[in-house]
């Protein structure tokens, strides 16, 4: 049976200190729209389903094209990027919008990354080219290095791995697989791998790569497929050969 309605049921949340609550709207079906586009929507008539005015839903969004990972949520409890949920092949009746719950909310449907982000600075994930002087050409990596990096380029902090990761949560030290993933990109890097041993060192102390419970629901909610279970077990084989030195130095 067509729909005729779009009927939603939002999570909202006035400030990081208020109470939830939830809302539900109910929205004229037209093809091709995405969850977004459903907000969007109710932000031009805030109102919801019983006929009441009320605030516009707040969200996060950037890219609009699963490159940013700002606008992901649950979409029927599942982590996702609202600009590709698309409507039209979700079965069930009623859509459910919550916010991530690995992370702050600030307000509705937005939430506060900065714990990922700041995990990315603990394991220095970038690459050290620091100065305003020409550095020449960078050194060359072959097609199957450059092949293998490129897999780990592609995450996007969505959040959505950090969401379903069991041993990430508020009781827990462990930074998490999406920083654990960059430190493997950047250690292959040619000019990363100078400070290769700082990150290993990092990822091997209170929080690191050892936390992490071998559970792959990372890899299962990745919206980029990412070899995450790949990068554990390189970085398992790198932190057993710093280990070695460090205990031959002994």
Same mark, same amino acid.
């Given at each position: ?21 939830? $809302? ?14 459903c ?39 599942r982590?996702? =990027? ?10 069930d009746?009623? %859509?459910?919008?919550?916010p ?10 937005q939430v ?16 050290? %080219? ?15 290095? =450059? ?20 041993q ?8 998490? /697989? ?10 292959a890097? /040619?000019?990363? =791998? ?6 290993? $060192? ?13 559970? =792959?629901?990372?890899? $299962? ?8 279970? $790949? ?20």
């Amino acid at each position: 049976m067509a729909r005729s309605t779009i009927e939603l049921r939002v999570l909202r949340q006035d400030s990081p200190t208020a109470s939830p609550r939830w $809302e539900e709207f109910s929205l004229p079906y037209q093809p091709n729209m995405n969850v977004i586009s459903c907000l969007m929507e109710i932000r031009k008539h805030p109102t919801n389903k019983r006929g009441e005015r009320t605030t516009p839903v707040h969200w996060e969004s950037s890219c609009l094209e699963e490159v940013c990972g700002s606008c992901t949520m649950l979409v029927n409890g599942r982590p996702r =990027q609202s600009c590709t949920a698309l409507i039209d092949p979700i079965v069930d009746d009623v %859509i459910t919008l919550a916010p991530l719950t690995k992370f702050p909310v600030v307000r509705d449907l937005q939430v506060d990354r900065s714990p990922m982000f700041d995990a990315l600075k603990r394991v220095k994930a970038w690459v050290p %080219i620091d100065g305003t002087y020409d550095l020449g050409p960078g050194p060359r990596q072959s097609a199957e290095q =450059q092949e293998v990096t490129y897999a780990f380029s592609r995450c996007m902090t969505c959040g959505c791995c950090m969401e379903v990761c069991p041993q990430y949560n508020s009781h827990s030290d462990f930074i998490g /697989p999406a920083p654990l993933a960059q430190v493997r990109l950047f250690n292959a890097h /040619p000019t990363g =791998q100078l400070n290769a041993k700082e990150r290993l $060192e990092t990822i091997m102390g209170r929080g690191g790569l050892t936390d992490c419970g071998n559970a =792959q629901n990372c890899v $299962e909610a990745c919206p980029k497929e990412i070899p995450l279970t $790949e990068a554990f077990g390189s970085l398992g084989r790198q932190t057993t050969i710093v280990w070695l030195q460090q205990l031959l130095q002994k």
